[in-house]
T-cell receptor, first 111, second 117 residues
């Protein structure tokens, strides 16, 4: 089955850019998502990208997809203390199937 | 945008109690919803796929008689943890997608934190 890997921790200074990385094994992954989870809360969809795209930008968020290397990244520009949370990358092979999640990256923003 | 509502947000109850968690799609119909479980500081594990009008599909290792899923309408799926025990304490999250194809992302409820004493 699909294996999704993320680094567990990332610490950045307020105002810097954060880059959260995700690697996966199943090249048939069609839909790739980034979710944010704050303490005690559910998952908030941040952004998503289809496998026929290489890059997607939405305000401070930039998603890059390298299908050859099976690598997905999320860049947060001008990181703020409110961005401190756990970020999950999740992949899906086809429509209406369950997502396969990475273990999550805990982002800590230092003021 | 699409919104998924999950209730209750937190439950604390005694061992042996049955607990029902509701997952509603507020502004769209969802033929399929998913139930996940999250242990502390861990990722989400899929428990089951809830299908409107038919039986749920459970993942390996998930007891279907323990975790009863009912998807009675296109906007509501329920998860009932029967005769809950302390080891059932966890964070339960549901998700749903508008439509059957993947051009819409899955949206998650805010989760239910279940604590069994």
């Amino acid at each position: 089955g699909e294996d999704v890997e993320q680094s567990l921790f990332l610490s950045v200074r307020e105002g810097d850019s954060s880059v959260i990385n995700c690697t996966y094994t199943d090249s048939s992954s069609t839909y790739l998502y980034w979710y944010k989870q704050e303490p005690g809360a559910g998952l908030q969809l941040l952004t998503y990208i289809f496998s026929n795209m290489d890059m997607k930008q939405d305000q401070r968020l930039t998603v890059l997809l390298n299908k050859k290397d099976k690598h997905l990244s999320l860049r947060i520009a001008d990181t703020q203390t409110g961005d401190s949370a756990i970020y999950f990358c999740a992949l899906e092979n086809s429509g209406n199937t369950p997502l396969v999640f990475g273990k999550g990256t805990r982002l800590s923003v230092i003021a | 945008g699409a919104v998924v509502s999950q209730h209750p947000s937190r439950v604390i109850c005694k061992s042996g109690t049955s607990v029902k968690i509701e997952c509603r799609s507020l502004d769209f119909q969802a033929t399929t919803m998913f139930w996940y479980r999250q242990f502390p500081k861990k990722s989400l594990m899929l428990m089951a796929t809830s299908n409107e009008g038919s039986k749920a599909t459970y993942e390996q290792g998930v007891e279907k008689d323990k975790f009863l899923i009912n998807h009675a309408s296109l906007t509501l799926s329920t998860l009932t943890v029967t005769s809950a025990h302390p080891e059932d304490s966890s964070f339960y999250i549901c998700s749903a997608r508008r439509g059957a194809t993947g051009d819409q992302p899955q949206h998650f409820g805010d989760g239910t934190r279940l604590s069994i004493l």
